[in-house]
């Protein structure tokens, strides 16, 4: 008689290995969760952690090793088979169908039907059943495509909730959301889990896992590092294991002295955008700009740098105002942008990395108006190489690298057009692994010694604190505190990026 | 979540603004002409237009999914040819038969269309021009220099003549045409495949991963678009009462425009029956109306052109006045 | 500023002639010679000549594949061509008619078609939210309609002093003025395309639009000269078409923009943008053209023709993706 072998395990993964043409994606990882926790994944951009997600979900077969799910053994043709085990997945960017409601979406391919007919009355009921329970602010008869990310990544949530899930998945489910949002998830995930569902989530964010896991997973380099206690971790032991080396001084943020005043902005104004923003930035100044996501800081510098049209405002370069009406006048007078997504905004993914870097100064570069290949060349390679981009060669397709060395790329790009005085960056590390950050926030650092003004929107309070010499804060539209290094914390940071502090300070400016 | 007025609604409605416009169309004309509206006209309008109301429902289908089909009209062609030349060289008799091998042929060179498309990865445009040359090739062919006239057609033409199908209430060609209409409007809102197809067109990798068979789907949708095509090739030789190589040449824009005006996006996922229905109700009343009020036939294509871009210009008008309004209803 | 681990990238483009030669311009180029043996073989009088002398028939269409093929590269696309054509044609026609000198009715033609381009980039740039594809199957109708009103009842217009026209028509020796201009034509647009910033921005936008308007490319501003030009090519493309016809109707120039399209990407060039080379588009329509000239000459059927070309096509579309899909199981098999 066979012996049943119940696992203690409610999930187990046994020397995992993915191979795509080329590069080795996973390498013998293994993996084992728990019924009933909550198990974090961390590990650098291109350390396999989205990969492996996808062997679990179905998406990808492994050419090794093997998969227990409730001790049992399974092999996956397609994702149908895993969803219908038990396996549910919610992704960073929502898949879903955006002209569809979002009943329609939790029930796309397990409708609700009598004879071959779909039963729309009790589908809408039943949604609008699961999303009360989430705590949801709309209706399941709205349209997908008309809801925020927040909201949309809900009702992922409520569509794995209705396939009955046991295993529940969510890849960076805080990276879209605003501080508010993400309490709101980690309420949705507490409710989870006491409904004996387990989960495994990946971040980029220590927060959410200090806050959430009981036990994380590091995998680095396609390899299986290691599973901690959370509750046993420090951040230190965690980027280490994450990065292989330590990172000690994170934030390489060098003194330097500010100059003369660089850009000043007054009277900013964008119709449903932002408000009366004012604000300026000095030589050798790196001034952050934060604020939850929303608050119309991606709005203010795409104005300024000529993407879209303030309705008024000035803009002053060196004092003199300037009329930016287009990209190309914000290049001109030295106002360069690195652009919030860098793959849909700041690359062309097909092309190499030369003809990446050198797309503002080509005609520059020309001759006449005929394009000069070899100038190009070596002038792309010299900055590439400056940033330090881990490519073989200036002809390897952007699309090849990973998100931190597409991040030099941008960075690179602006560095080549040679007549920068300010540079602006949207998000720099957005996406970007710890080693890489690093990375950037060294040049930042250069850039600022060299003399140039620097502006860094950020979501992420630790870079914001630790390189910004000044800080703007903004929300809804309107730039509600401005702190210095010394006086800014994280506390105060929050208060003026939800209002409370705003509402103060016009009060107070009131009296 | 603020609570839409009723007005709000309609404007925002596409089907509805269409019948607000075919209403003012329909009564501007009727107050020139007062014959417009009588059972007698509609019913020929109908029966005209069947053809291009019928296969914008297979048109309608493509867009959902994101694709386009120029090869319709040639499709309609080689199988109406066909039948027209059995019927000539008396190959066949039966009104039935005929119906049944151009419908069949339809959807054989429909089912090619889409497998190339869904399997061999080709564009819909590239895949679906090709095909246009193909299939109106082998219409020429099949006719060998010749072409089948009313006498040469015999009982067939007498299809669209008769009431039979109805039990003698309207004529053939339109009980077909709602038929269709029927059959469509119940497997698009009411049955999985239906909703596949919009899943599709909304976001077809989306569909992939949940486990839909996108090929699938996109082979039914470019077959159900041939059958539909070789259907109206039995249906246009009747109606014309003559089989011709080159029959309905350029037409297919007519079926896409219909389309377009209906609210259907080339960019899939969204778009009803009604809305096609109602954009060829919309093109159909425009030329029949337009000789009505006093405007040369001649200038027919003109204005149907005209009114095509008006109605797409107008769409982005609106949509872009609707967000002005939104963003100045945010509070700063 | 130095890079930290001093790692180097290279710079050095990777020419080869193995790759020059298995790259679809070069394999078009060794289809373009199969097909002219293949011609030499089954029709006896397929000389240098006789190409040359049927050549203005089809010179008037590979005109136009260029400029579209700049459309195409953008990743817009334009199906209003034939019906400018027409109505180019027409009004060259009706001017002539009326007494215009000629040096005027070659005016009215460039300038009907220039504009009638300007009001397809007028359309596509100010209302970017709709696909080009809707906007000129809107514009097809508007032109085509408006030169059938001018044409009246009759549909059609013949003319009555044709001395200009047979001077367009002209040769030097067997060549046609029309083959100069089309090898002109030929040149510039190719050596824009591969040489100039113009020809680098118009492979941006198509590769991503909206990186290309954030790096500063004038978007708006090159569609719109691209939709210009190729208007005033279908002008000019109507001219010489009279030249030949010595007339317009309602039928002039029907399908010239799926010929075109066709032509393109049978050259390589993809609709969605940023792919492909004018140099294959330019062996392509001489390859197709040579074919149609070959197998007219045996008297195939024009049909018959239309079904080749059509296939053709298809498979020059379908065969690579085919040939990547086997290559991609081999890969995966081979590290089973």
Redesign the interface.
């Known amino acids: 008689m066979e012996e049943i072998k119940l696992s203690e395990y409610v999930l187990e993964l046994k020397g995992i290995t993915k191979?795509f043409?080329g590069v080795k994606a996973l390498n013998n990882v293994q993996f084992q969760l728990k019924p009933g926790e909550v198990h974090a994944l961390m590990g650098e951009n291109g350390a396999g952690k989205s990969t492996f997600i996808k062997v679990i979900t179905g998406?990808h077969k492994a050419?090794e090793g093997e998969m227990y799910l409730f001790g049992k053994k399974v092999d996956f043709k397609?994702?149908?088979d895993a969803?219908q085990a038990g396996i549910a997945a919610v992704y960073q960017h929502p898949?879903?169908?955006?002209?569809?409601t979002v009943t329609?979406n939790i029930f796309?391919?397990h409708?609700i039907?009598k004879r071959?007919?779909?039963q729309w009355k009790q589908m809408n009921e039943e949604a609008q059943g699961y999303l009360d329970e989430l705590d949801a602010?709309?209706?399941s008869t709205?349209e997908m495509g008309a809801l925020s990310v927040a909201q949309q990544q809900m009702v992922e949530i409520a569509k794995a909730v209705s396939t009955r899930a046991r295993i529940i998945i969510l890849d960076e489910p805080t990276a879209a959301l605003t501080a508010n949002e993400s309490q709101k998830l980690y309420k949705i995930v507490d409710k989870l889990k006491e409904s004996g569902v387990s989960i495994i989530f990946i971040s980029h964010r220590f927060e959410d896992m200090y806050r959430l896991a009981s036990r994380v997973t590091v995998f680095r380099d396609s390899q299986y590092i290691g599973t901690y206690d959370v509750n046993g971790i420090t951040n230190a032991d965690l980027i280490k294991a994450m990065v292989g080396r330590e990172i000690n001084d994170l934030f390489p943020k060098p003194e330097v002295k500010p100059g003369e005043e660089m850009l000043r902005v007054e009277n900013f104004s964008r119709?449903?955008?932002?408000?009366n923003v004012n604000f300026h930035v000095r030589a050798g100044e790196i001034v952050g700009l934060t604020g939850l996501v929303g608050a119309g800081r991606t709005e203010v510098v795409e104005s300024v740098c000529g993407?879209t049209r303030q309705s008024e405002g000035k803009v002053f370069l060196e004092g003199k105002e300037v009329a930016i009406k287009?990209?190309?006048d914000a290049?001109k007078n030295g106002i360069i942008?690195l652009?919030e997504d860098r793959q849909?905004?700041?690359?062309?993914?097909?092309?190499g990395?030369?003809?990446n870097v050198t797309?503002?100064i080509?005609?520059k570069l020309?001759n006449n108006?005929?394009?000069n290949d070899k100038k190009e060349?070596?002038l792309?390679?010299k900055f590439?190489?400056?940033?330090?981009?881990?490519?073989?060669?200036?002809?390897d397709p952007a699309s090849s690298l990973s998100g931190g060395n597409q991040q030099k790329v941008v960075v690179a790009?602006a560095?080549a057009q040679d007549n920068m005085k300010v540079i602006i960056m949207d998000e720099p590390t957005k996406g970007v692994d710890v080693g890489a950050k690093a990375?950037i926030y060294?040049?930042m650092g250069?850039l600022a010694q060299k003399g140039f003004a620097i502006i860094m929107i950020s979501s992420e309070m630790p870079e914001i604190l630790g390189m910004s010499d000044r800080i703007y804060v903004m929300c809804?539209?309107?730039v509600t505190g401005e702190l210095s290094r010394e006086e800014a914390t994280q506390e105060t940071i929050l208060e003026f990026a939800m209002e409370k502090g705003g509402k103060k300070k016009r009060e107070e400016a009131a009296k | 979540m603020e609570k839409k007025s009723l007005l709000k609604k309609i404007t925002g409605s596409r089907e509805a603004s269409l019948v607000i416009v075919l209403i003012v169309l329909c009564i501007a004309v009727t107050i020139k002409s007062p014959n417009f509206m009588s059972a007698q006209n509609i019913l020929e309008i109908l029966k005209n237009n069947a053809v291009i109301m019928i296969m914008a429902l297979g048109m309608l289908c493509v867009l959902l999914i994101g694709g386009i089909d120029i090869s319709i009209t040639s499709t309609l062609a080689f199988a109406g040819m066909t039948i027209g030349m059995m019927y000539k060289y008396d190959m066949i008799e039966s009104t039935l038969l005929g119906f049944a091998i151009a419908t069949a042929m339809g959807a054989v060179c429909g089912l090619l269309i889409g497998v190339i498309i869904a399997y061999g990865k080709v564009m819909p445009i590239i895949a679906t021009m090709g095909f246009m040359y193909i299939y109106r090739g082998f219409a020429y062919l099949v006719a060998q220099d010749q072409w089948a006239g009313a006498d040469a057609l015999g009982s067939f033409k007498d299809f669209t003549l008769s009431n039979s199908l109805s039990f003698g209430l309207i004529n053939n060609t339109i009980t077909v045409a709602i038929v269709c209409y029927i059959v469509f409007f119940i497997v698009l809102k009411w049955t999985k495949f239906g909703r596949c197809i919009y899943a599709v067109g909304s976001n077809a990798e989306a569909a992939e991963i949940s486990g839909i068979n996108v090929a699938a789907i996109k082979t039914a949708v470019y077959t159900i678009m041939g059958t539909l095509a070789g259907l109206c090739g039995a249906l246009a030789t009747s109606v014309y009462a003559s089989a011709q190589p080159n029959m309905l040449t350029s037409k297919e824009m007519d079926v896409i425009a219909a389309c377009v005006i209906g609210g259907v996006s080339m960019n899939g996922g969204r778009g009803s029956v009604l809305g096609a229905l109602l954009g060829a109700l919309v093109l159909s009343v425009i030329s029949k109306a337009l000789p009505l009020v006093g405007i040369n036939a001649i200038a027919q294509n003109t204005i149907k052109g005209v009114i095509i871009v008006a109605v797409i210009v107008l769409n982005v008008l609106t949509q872009r006045m609707m967000d002005k309004a939104n963003l100045e209803s945010r509070e700063m | 500023m130095a890079g930290k681990s001093g790692r180097t990238i290279s710079a050095t483009p990777d020419k080869s002639l193995k790759k020059a030669l298995l790259s679809w311009e070069g394999m078009l180029l060794l289809l373009f010679i199969a097909i002219n043996i293949l011609c030499k073989c089954i029709s006896p009088v397929y000389t240098l000549t006789n190409v040359l002398r049927e050549m203005p028939k089809y010179l008037t269409e590979i005109f136009l594949l260029f400029p579209m093929a700049y459309i195409l590269l953008m990743g817009e696309i334009d199906i209003s061509v034939g019906s400018t054509v027409c109505l180019a044609a027409t009004m060259a026609c009706l001017s002539s008619n009326a007494g215009v000198p000629f040096i005027g009715v070659l005016a009215v033609g460039l300038l009907t078609g220039t504009v009638c381009g300007m009001i397809n980039g007028f359309l596509a740039t100010r209302f970017r939210e709709l696909p080009t594809m809707i906007i000129t199957l809107g514009t097809q109708i508007v032109f085509r309609g408006i030169a059938e009103i001018a044409l009246g009842d009759g549909g059609s217009v013949s003319l009555t002093n044709a001395d200009g026209f047979r001077m367009i028509a002209g040769k030097v020796g067997p060549v046609p003025y029309m083959f100069f201009i089309v090898i002109l034509c030929a040149v510039l647009f190719t050596v824009i395309a591969e040489k100039r910033v113009f020809g680098r921005s118009l492979y941006a936008i198509g590769s991503n639009s909206r990186t290309a308007f954030y790096s500063g490319v004038k978007v708006n501003q090159m569609l719109f000269i691209s939709y210009t030009v190729l208007g005033l090519l279908a002008g000019v493309s109507a001219l010489f078409l009279t030249s030949a016809t010595y007339g317009a109707n309602t039928t002039t120039g029907k399908g010239f923009e799926m010929d075109a399209i066709a032509m393109a990407v049978f050259g390589g060039i993809s609709t969605a943008g940023g792919k492909g080379k004018l140099v294959g588009g330019i062996i392509s329509a001489f390859t197709i053209t040579c074919l149609r000239v070959g197998l007219g000459q045996i008297n195939m059927n024009p049909q018959v023709i239309l079904i080749i070309l059509g296939a053709l096509l298809i498979c020059a579309v379908l065969l690579p993706n085919i040939s990547q899909s086997i290559s991609d199981k081999k890969k995966k098999a081979s590290r089973a």
Do not use: C, H
């Open positions: 191979i043409p998406v050419e397609g994702p149908r969803q898949t879903s169908y955006p002209d569809l329609e796309m391919n409708e039907k071959g007919i779909i602010d709309f209706k709205a119709v449903g955008y932002y408000k993407i287009n990209p190309t290049m942008l652009p849909k905004t700041g690359l062309i993914l097909s092309w990395l030369g003809r797309l503002p080509v005609k020309s108006g005929f394009t060349r070596e792309s390679r590439l190489e400056d940033v330090d981009t881990k490519a073989v060669t200036i002809f790009k560095l990375e060294a040049i250069e809804n539209g309107r």
